[in-house]
């Protein structure tokens, strides 16, 4: 389905001619790099390099038998070299927004600076803007789609975070151009899509309800990212740092010495908590670093703070064993 202009993204996205709906963002990413669709649009996006940390997208991208080049993220966000920009990319996948899992956020100047260098070597944008509504601070920069001088960018956005990730709806806005394209391609790969769920969703937002939403909730996930917070700085103090917190429902934190975050992760599931490992989101296993992604989307403050015992736990036990090892130097990790 392809609505006109809504108020949906016409605030953040100047320029916006048309949404496309589908069915949550790894069908969408994979529909961008699909042979039906890069077909329609010349094949400009078949045989692409992208470069990119998130696992999801990567797995669809690499399914649909594309090469993944990834490229190095720093606390400011996706940091290219111009070592990167020697066999240039065909397709660039970049959260600036919110980096995935890291959450730090490229401000202005590099996303120019990204544009400038995309446009030079002919390259696509897919702007992957998950969590825009779960913002905490002003720190909201334009986004790529609005700043780019060419239309050379695909903007995504995701109910899966503002509302529940069961609803599978997704959106992408398109440069005028590829509009049609994407509308027969999507229509021939997924058919008539999820209309009830759609037409549900309109209603909500044309009568006033989902504007709602959005503030409660993003009081609630506030609420529950400071007692994570507290919590975490509480209980474990210099022995973790913590990295975004800007946006969105989850979490990242680095470890400060040695520890085994896989081990950490087995651990706290035996116990019943999930603990994303930051290591398993590397595509590259040199210079990766060791640490934790916690969601909190789904778990009120009351759980959280249950939680933390268990994953001091588990880091707790982790530490001793890697001083064990002789990988860590004495003292505490953490308390109770
Ligand atoms: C980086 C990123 N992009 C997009 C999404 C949304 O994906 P979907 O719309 O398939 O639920 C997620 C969900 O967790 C995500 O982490």
Request: aromatic content about 8%; glycine content about 8%; overall charge positive.
């Amino acid at each position: 389905m392809v609505f006109g202009r809504s108020s949906l993204t016409s605030r953040r996205i100047p320029g916006c001619q048309a949404l496309v709906m589908v069915a949550r963002d790894a069908s969408m990413i994979s529909s961008l790099s699909s042979s039906t669709v890069s077909g329609m649009v010349s094949g400009i996006i078949t045989r692409c390099t992208s470069r990119i940390l998130i696992w999801g997208a990567r797995n669809v991208l690499r399914a649909a038998g594309l090469v993944t080049m990834p490229i190095a993220t720093d606390d400011a966000g996706m940091a290219p070299t111009a070592l990167d920009w020697e066999t240039p990319p065909r397709l660039i996948y970049v959260s600036p927004s919110s980096q995935y899992p890291t959450g730090s956020v490229l401000s202005l100047e590099p996303r120019l600076a990204l544009l400038a260098a995309a446009d030079e070597a002919g390259a696509w944008i897919i702007e992957d803007d998950y969590d825009n509504e779960q913002r905490y601070d002003n720190r909201a920069v334009a986004s790529l789609f609005g700043l780019a001088r060419k239309q050379r960018v695909i903007y995504l956005g995701t109910f899966s975070k503002v509302m529940f990730p069961g609803l599978q709806l997704s959106y992408m806005v398109l440069p005028e151009d590829l509009t049609n394209v994407f509308q027969i391609g999507n229509a021939e790969l997924y058919r008539g899509g999820r209309l009830i769920e759609q037409a549900v969703l309109a209603d909500f937002m044309a009568e006033g309800y989902f504007t709602t939403h959005i503030k409660r909730m993003r009081q609630v996930y506030r609420g529950r990212c400071d007692v994570l917070c507290a919590e975490m700085e509480r209980r474990h103090g210099g022995a973790v740092s913590p990295s975004g917190g800007h946006a969105g429902l989850q979490l990242l934190y680095h470890f400060n010495c040695p520890i085994d975050d896989t081990m950490v992760a087995s651990l706290a599931l035996t116990r019943g908590l999930v603990v994303r490992p930051l290591s398993m989101y590397y595509q590259e296993k040199a210079n990766v670093r060791q640490g934790m992604n916690l969601g909190y989307g789904g778990v009120p403050v009351e759980r959280i703070e249950s939680a933390m015992p268990i994953l001091a736990q588990a880091i707790e036990e982790q530490f001793r064993a890697s001083r064990g090892r002789g990988l860590a130097s004495s003292g505490r990790v953490a308390t109770s």
